[in-house]
């Protein structure tokens, strides 16, 4: 559709997924400063098979979080690269919080569904500027 | 690849809304309302429903934060006692918070529905602020945040879905 015009924001083709990574970048890296803060709001988790240090899984929201948001922000620019890495970062995302999901089980569910959507929307050229 | 294959706005298959505005623009160019100011530039008047859309669902985002806010500065039990967090605030200040982020969302909800790209934009960084801050009050009252932060991730798809007015269908 609409060929023909020219579009200034032809590089917005992917503003959804960008909007939606930089949020999800923003809340991994605020769900990881509760966790290095070593909060109570994390409950204490017993024998666990991928048990580790609370600080340690909130480093880990912490570092993915931050390229994830550093992401949203390079998907402005339309590159390829940057929606490949974007699948590849939104689906490491979500199987981290998977893993983690018996210390803040709610958070874990709510960025599991937003990954997902990161990710779907990576697929699809939403909206006005879909090139 | 996906931009070769994805041209079609409001993403046809997984967009319960914007589903009925997919198939009408394209092919009703004529719209027998005209140009109102619902449309930028005499779009069919289908091309308006996702902003409708978006702006109905964010007054009641803002509607819900609204009432979310008046609870907490009123104080009650219905939150949760938290204990050490990096976000903590008392209850009264993030009441406060809900209740300012709720006004400012129905008031760019009435915005959007006036149509303007810039109240578009200034609704996805309002929508995304009402995620972050219902993120971290989740502590709280779980099951609210988690309701407002999926009627918050509507609103953006919605906005983005929104077909744009410079668009010429011809």
Redesign the interface.
């Known amino acids: ?2 060929q ?2 020219p579009r200034p924001a032809a590089a917005l ?1 992917t ?2 997924a960008s ?2 990574m ?2 999800t970048g ?2 991994g890296i ?2 990881g ?2 966790a ?6 994390y409950s204490v988790v017993g024998k666990y098979a991928f048990k580790l240090d609370v600080s340690t899984w909130g480093w880990i929201h912490l570092a993915v979080g931050a390229l994830v948001l550093l992401t949203g922000f390079a998907l402005f620019t339309g590159s390829i690269l940057a ?1 490949a890495i974007g699948v590849l970062l939104a689906g490491a995302v979500l199987i981290v919080n998977f893993l983690d999901l018996p210390y803040e089980p ?2 874990s ?2 960025m599991i ?2 990954n997902l ?1 990161v990710i ?1 929307s ?10 | 690849m996906a931009d070769s294959e994805g041209p079609t706005p409001a993403g046809g298959s997984a967009s319960p809304g914007g589903a009925p505005s997919s198939g009408g623009p394209s092919h009703s160019g004529e719209s027998p309302f005209g140009g109102g100011w619902w449309t930028g530039s005499g779009d069919s008047i289908w091309a308006s429903t996702g902003v409708n859309l978006a702006a109905v669902i964010m007054v009641i985002t803002g509607i819900a934060g609204i009432v979310e806010g008046i609870a907490g500065i009123a104080g009650g039990d219905v939150f949760a006692k938290v204990g050490k967090y990096a976000f903590k605030l008392d209850v009264t200040a993030w009441g406060w918070i809900h209740l300012i982020i709720g006004i400012l969302l129905l008031l760019a909800g009435i915005a959007v529905y006036g149509g303007a790209r810039w109240a578009r934009m200034l609704a996805v960084v309002l929508t995304g602020l009402s995620i972050v801050a219902n993120f971290l009050a989740l502590p709280y009252q779980p099951l609210w945040s988690i309701v407002a932060i999926g009627l918050g991730v509507f609103v953006i798809w919605a906005l983005f879905s929104v077909p744009d007015r410079q668009e010429s269908r011809s």
Request: charged share 10%.
């Open positions: 559709m609409a023909h015009s083709g503003g959804l909007a939606l930089i949020l923003v809340l605020t769900q400063i509760a290095i803060a070593n909060d109570d709001v929606r709610y958070w569910v709510i569904a937003l959507f779907w990576l697929f699809h050229d939403v909206g006005p500027d879909a090139a």
